[in-house]
Structure formats: C-alpha cells, structure tokens
C-alpha cells in the first residue's frame, strides 16, 4: 500500500483527489489538507510514500513547499498550470497532472508511481547453502554484505545505513523491520 496525501485548496478539486485515492486500490489516503502549511506540520510527525499536491496555493505554493521538504516523499503535481511542470521535474516529480483531472488519467500517474516504488523494493534472494550474509540495493546495484563484515545498522525512516568495518556505508531503501 502506498500511504498519500493531497493537499488543494479548492475544496471540490480536494475532494475529486481524495475519491480516486480511495477508489484507487493500491493507494491509502492517510489524510489530507486544504494548504501546504498544514501538511507541512503533519509531515513532520507521519513518514509519507507519496504526495498529491496542487501547485498555485495561498501563502505556501506546492513547489515551495516540495522545495522546502528535507527528505520529500514522491510528490505529482495536480494543477490548472501547465507553465510549471519543467519546474515540477526538477523537484523529481513522479507526475504532472492538469486539472480537469479525469480518473484515467489519475489511474496512469498513480500506476506510474506504483511502478516506481515496486522497482525500489529489495527482493530477498534465496540461498540453499550459506545464510551468513544479505543482499541490499544500494546506489542502483544489488550487493553481497557478510554479517561478520556489519559493525552497525542505522535507522532514517524508509531507509537504512549500513556500516561496514571497512569501506563507505551503504545506504538501501528499506525498513529496520525488513532488514
């Protein structure tokens, strides 16, 4: 499940978004909000998978506030303004959706994220012989990490850190529960 939140200031726009999200079985609406500024606060408490945000919002725009996110989760704009998604791109949208926005077109960007997220997940790999090690995904690269070569693991939320008695961390997008 990817776990999202929209953030519009037009009521009937917000509610058309939270509508898809819901009908949209992969997606999990976790809440959502009617300016950036809230949806900032949240952020700070709640780790998110994914955001659906409007771009031309009072006192906070969307690509402010993508901008001003240290860690930002996968965002895709949904907006009347096709002007800024070059802009929108460069923050690493997954998508840039105009408004009407009619559910196919929902359901393409939202089946575009899911394909995103699906690539990231590490798929274990089976041994018959050995178990004194794991591989990780780390800088697009499946890698063999001996136990006995692992000083510590480091928690950051999606992500962990991996420190090795020797040579640089390695850094994978996975939870301390699944490692």
């Known amino acids: 499940m990817i776990q999202c939140i929209?953030?519009?200031?037009?009521?009937?726009?917000?509610?058309?978004?939270e509508s898809y999200i819901k009908k949209t079985p992969f997606l999990e609406?976790?809440?959502?909000?009617?300016?950036a500024l809230e949806a900032l606060e949240f952020l700070d408490s709640q780790p998110i998978d994914l955001i659906f945000t409007d771009i031309n919002m009072p006192d906070l725009n969307g690509m402010e506030f993508v901008k001003s996110l240290r860690n930002p989760p996968k965002v895709i704009f949904?907006?009347?303004y096709e002007e800024y998604a070059i802009e929108g791109f460069?923050?690493?949208a997954l998508d840039y959706l105009l408004k009407p926005i009619g559910y196919p077109?929902?359901?393409?960007?939202?089946?575009?994220?899911k394909t995103w997220f699906d690539s990231q997940q590490v798929k274990?790999?089976?041994?018959?012989?050995?178990?004194?090690f794991l591989f990780i995904k780390s800088e697009y690269k499946v890698i063999r990490v001996n136990f006995?070569?692992?000083?510590?693991i480091?928690?950051?939320?999606?992500?962990v850190r991996i420190h090795l008695t020797h040579g640089k961390p390695l850094m994978s997008l996975m939870s301390m529960k699944k490692i």
Not at 105 to 113: E, G, I, P
């Open 124 to 132: 274990p790999i089976e041994t018959t012989s050995n178990d004194d």
């Open 148 to 152: 006995a070569d692992i000083k510590y």
């Open 78 to 80: 949904t907006t009347a």
């Open 6 to 17: 929209a953030i519009e200031d037009e009521p009937l726009a917000l509610s058309q978004i």
């Open 90 to 92: 460069k923050v690493d």
């Open 105 to 113: 077109d929902f359901l393409k960007s939202a089946n575009k994220a």
């Open 29 to 35: 609406l976790v809440d959502s909000f009617d300016n």
């Open 154 to 159: 480091e928690g950051m939320r999606e992500y």
